[in-house]
């Protein structure tokens, strides 16, 4: 189970945030159905956020 503030790899590209597959980032928040979805944050090299999105459960898996 995928919970706050757990780093996750995505599973898939996101291209519309210039995302790729293996990308990793960090759960901001797990909605009350998790089915519906996780918001995540990815960062560069330089901390900054990189993009900040909303996935499926299936989009992302656990590191």
């Known amino acids: 189970m995928i919970n706050e503030l ?3 790899a ?3 590209d996101i291209p519309e945030h210039g995302l790729r597959r293996d990308e990793e980032g960090v759960v901001v928040h797990v ?3 998790r089915r519906l979805g ?3 944050e990815f ?3 330089d901390g900054r956020i990189k993009a900040a999105t909303t996935l499926m ?3 992302a898996r656990s590191l």
């Open 57 to 59: 459960a299936s989009q």
């Open 38 to 40: 996780l918001e995540v």
């Open 43 to 45: 960062f560069d090299p």
């Open 6 to 8: 757990d780093e996750v």
């Open 10 to 12: 995505l599973t898939v």
């Open 31 to 33: 909605y009350q159905q």
